[in-house]
């Protein structure tokens, strides 16, 4: 218990001091006291992973025929009909269990990062390596990343409702609380999993992991499982409907055997292996290790997705409406111009190298004519040289330690607020109390009386106050980012001068805006910049279009609101209230959005977006938890690769679909035709049960191995309405209708010339295999075998070999008595070959023709 001790007491206690701990000591509390992370309670069950294998019904039904063929001595029809069952559990099992080992790992991809005082200096670390005693500082918009007892508090208010159930943001102290407070009045401590809503703290780690207040209750904290997507619920329900058609034309099939008096033991194991044939059952598991390797795919390419069902959702996105600083721009922030005393002076030097020399006229100029507008850059500041904060506010501190200066000691803050627009801080010098202000021009020049021209305080007229709107909008214009100084004394607001730091565009950026020209996808950029700032940096960019600015925006109704988003596609100097209503607006004009942020104030955006994309640098703990994506470099062209990858996967699923639900239907229909034409059934029920094996899951899984076509960017986005199966009536019927009529043609043309059944049942196996390890090449994409690279997925060829070298072993070896197959020649392969090839020849012909 340390809410009821000073805070001198707690750092007694815990061994540590206001420095932070040594590294030493670190390494020893971790390893005496462990990783500061809950126990997962939840695992991968194996177990249950092997018993769902053999739950469905049908299966079931399978297991029930093997015991009766051992009931009545058909040994080896029982065996073989076992092996295949496991043999297809080992695959649904492999299968599941990666997809399971997939989505878990993408929990672990986002580490919480946390900042901490260490040998007196600051650090970014990883949350679970934190240990009772270690200082942290805490930011608005920061996950708690332990239990911990506040020693410094500047306005801090938490929502702990996560732990409490309080939904009122609770405002933090430092004095000393009741021994017997319960913990939602515990007001000088923070627990981890709350949120920093306002105002920033420094505090003492407490307790970590398990003995934190939420390690506690770990057991009804841990994570959800993940919700099934949009597409996943569809196909579910889409899988059962065509369940009940196969179920129903197998009892067809069982009842005309019965009515044709043939065997009842026979039908019963045809009908059920026809069945198991059809139904594509692998669907579901295909579909989800899909999603999850396209993850894997984005977060390789510095998107991580948080929710699978956004992966869905990118292929249809008309707008990706972002941020400018850091996002379309480097956020490699280097003050290279002031106005001060009325002069503009230029700043050598890049980057965060602290040399550089100040110019004016070309002419270097001692910096202590301006000293008080370097001092307020670098003190009203919350960063750390050489490299920890917000690159602006290392901006500020580089180009006061050009004139080498250092931040004077604070007594308070006000920390900046995206609606005020400023952020303050207060220091005492000469035992004299000064607030140092930094923020947005037009705000200081609003709260100021006075302007410090060479260190004399005169009235900021409306002379000055034009000349200094128009040195920010000249800057601005250059694409600086610019930012107001002044310092508050006495009541009094001296406005003191301007610092214009570039933040230049970055080059992948303007390559992916064009991209999303030929995507159909309009590109916004919203931003708190000046808006002369936001246009230059635009036209670098190539984005078209008019410009606007948040205050603008506040007098228009829902219509104007509408009408005006689809004439101008860059705001400025806006707020997250603005960002909100851009994006209603956009959503009522059926756009569909995907849209950054980075802030607290951002989160209910970022949460109604279609797609909600968070800044993993520069964005708070708050905004990342609400995203459906995080971008790990927040970089403009990660969010289209994964709008790329969003489009391949939605393809890919579609290519494995169409390719399972044309092939899989034909042995039913094969065998009511024979059945009405009182010919010998074609299939045996393991032949049955060997094509299903076969056939169905590796090419099947192969496919969403596709890295799509080339010109997957050069259409536009997918109506999110649109059915799944739409397209794809042409392959459904056509490539089942020629399947059904090789394999019926084939085998009675081959049981009419040698009347040998065993013969022509392994020429209408083999047939069925062949025919749909061609058509799983035409599945692969609209255009033809001659424009995509035939060898491009190495997994498809590898699937469509291994099959066809089982199919050759399995006729040629003595496991063929086993299948009631026999030894095909070179005129059967020739028949087999040119019939199986049927569907995939039309199919590329078909192509050819449309292109030309």
């Known amino acids: 218990m340390y809410h009821d001790k000073t805070t001198e007491q707690v750092l007694k206690e815990l061994k540590s001091s206001r420095d932070g701990l040594a590294e030493q000591e670190i390494i020893n509390r971790l390893s005496r006291i462990g990783l500061n992370e809950l126990k997962k309670i939840k695992k991968i069950s194996i177990s249950k992973l092997i018993i769902e294998q053999f739950i469905d019904p049908l299966v079931l039904i399978l297991i029930g025929a093997v015991v009766i063929s051992f009931i009545i001595s058909e040994n080896k029809d029982a065996i073989a009909i076992l092996s295949i069952v496991v043999i297809n559990a080992v695959i649904g099992f492999s299968q599941e269990y990666k997809a399971e080992k ?59 409702s996560s732990l409490t159930g309080e939904s009122t943001t609770i405002e933090k102290i430092i004095s000393i609380v009741k021994k017997d407070a319960q913990v939602a009045d515990q007001k000088n401590m923070i627990f981890s999993g709350t949120i920093a809503k306002e105002g920033t703290a420094k505090a003492v780690v407490t307790s970590t992991g398990m003995n934190t207040e939420i390690g506690k209750i770990a057991h009804l904290v841990q994570e959800t499982v993940e919700a099934e997507t949009p597409l996943q619920k569809n196909m579910k329900k889409f899988g059962k409907s065509l369940a009940v058609i196969i179920l129903s034309l197998a009892f067809v099939i069982f009842m005309s055997g019965i009515i044709l008096k043939l065997p009842v033991y026979d039908m019963f194991l045809i009908s059920i292996s026809l069945a198991i044939s059809a139904i594509p059952e692998g669907l579901p598991v295909i579909m989800t290790l899909a999603l999850a390797l396209s993850v894997q795919v984005m977060y390789k390419r510095k998107a991580l997705v948080r929710k699978l069902k956004a992966v869905e959702t990118l292929g249809s996105i008309t707008v990706i409406a972002s941020d400018k600083t850091g996002t379309l721009t480097k956020n490699e922030m280097t003050v290279t111009e002031l106005f001060v005393n009325n002069k503009n002076i230029q700043v050598t ?56 200066l250092s931040p004077k000691k604070r007594i308070a803050e006000i920390p900046f607020n995206a609606t005020e627009k400023y952020m303050s801080t207060t220091h005492l010098i000469d035992n004299k109390k000064i607030v140092y202000i930094k923020g947005a021009t037009e705000k200081l020049l609003e709260m100021s009386d006075c302007i410090l021209i060479n260190n004399s305080e005169k009235r900021l007229s409306k002379e000055y106050r034009e000349l200094i709107l128009k040195q920010n909008q000249e800057m601005a214009s250059r694409a600086l980012r610019v930012l107001g100084m002044a310092y508050k004394q006495d009541s009094r607001t001296i406005f003191v001068g301007l610092q214009g730091m570039i933040d230049p565009p970055r080059k992948e950026a303007k390559k992916a805006i064009d991209l999303c020209k030929l995507a159909g996808i309009k590109v916004f950029m919203i931003t708190g910049d000046h808006i002369e700032t936001a246009k230059a940096i635009a036209a670098q960019l190539g984005m078209q279009g008019n410009a606007i600015e948040g205050k603008d925006l506040e007098r228009l109704s829902n219509e104007q609101m509408k009408k005006t988003v689809k004439e101008n596609f860059i705001f400025a100097r ?43 640098i520069k964005g708070t703990d708050i905004a990342r938890e609400s995203s459906d994506i995080i971008l790990i470099d927040d970089n403009f062209s990660s969010i289209v690769k994964a709008i790329r990858e969003g489009r391949i996967v939605y393809d890919n699923i579609k290519k494995f679909l169409k390719y399972l639900l044309s092939v899989n239907f034909s042995e039913l229909f094969v065998v009511l035709v024979t059945l009405f034409a009182k010919l010998p059934i074609p299939f045996l029920p393991l032949q049955i049960l060997w094509i299903n094996l076969a056939t169905d899951a590796l090419p099947a899984l192969a496919l969403s191995k596709e890295t799509g076509d080339k010109s997957i960017m050069h259409r536009p986005p997918r109506n999110p309405k649109e059915h799944i199966l739409k397209g794809m009536g042409d392959y ?46 035409s599945c692969r994409s609209e255009h033809s075998i001659k424009e995509i690279n035939l060898f491009s997925n190495r997994y498809l060829l590898g699937a469509v070999l291994l099959t066809v070298i089982l199919q050759i072993v399995i006729i040629y070896t003595p496991i063929n008595s086993i299948f009631e197959f026999t030894p095909l020649g070179i005129k059967d392969w020739i028949l087999i070959t040119s019939a199986s090839s049927t569907g995939f020849i039309f199919f590329e012909v078909k192509k050819l023709i449309k292109k030309n």
Not at 366 to 389: W, Y
């Open 349 to 404: 030097g890049s980057g965060y190298d602290t040399k550089g020399t100040f110019l004016y006229n070309k002419k270097s100029v001692n910096p202590d004519e301006f000293k008080i507008l370097l001092e307020i850059g670098s003190s009203c500041n919350n960063a750390e040289l050489p490299k920890v904060g917000d690159p602006t506010e290392l901006a500020l501190l580089v180009s006061a330690a050009k004139a080498n």
């Open 574 to 616: 806006t707020t997250p209230e603005h960002k909100s209503k851009i994006l209603q607006a956009l959503q009522e004009n059926k756009e569909i959005v995907a849209m950054t942020g980075d802030g607290v104030n951002d989160a209910p955006a970022l949460k109604k977006a279609d797609i909600g994309i968070a800044m993993n």
């Open 102 to 160: 997939e989505i878990e790992l993408l929990k672990k991809l986002s580490p919480q990062r946390t900042i901490v005082i260490r040998n007196g200096k600051k650090q970014e670390i990883d949350s679970k390596n934190l240990v009772p005693g270690d200082i942290i500082v805490i930011e608005a918009g920061d996950k708690i990343p332990a239990d911990a007892r506040l020693l410094e508090v500047n306005n801090l208010k938490v929502d702990e």
């Open 732 to 777: 459904i019927m056509i490539g089942g209708f020629l399947s059904f009529i090789a394999m019926l043609v084939l085998f009675i043309f081959e049981l009419s010339a040698t009347n040998n059944l065993e013969k022509a049942r392994t020429i209408v196996v083999t047939t069925s295999v062949m025919y749909q390890m061609f058509f799983v090449f």
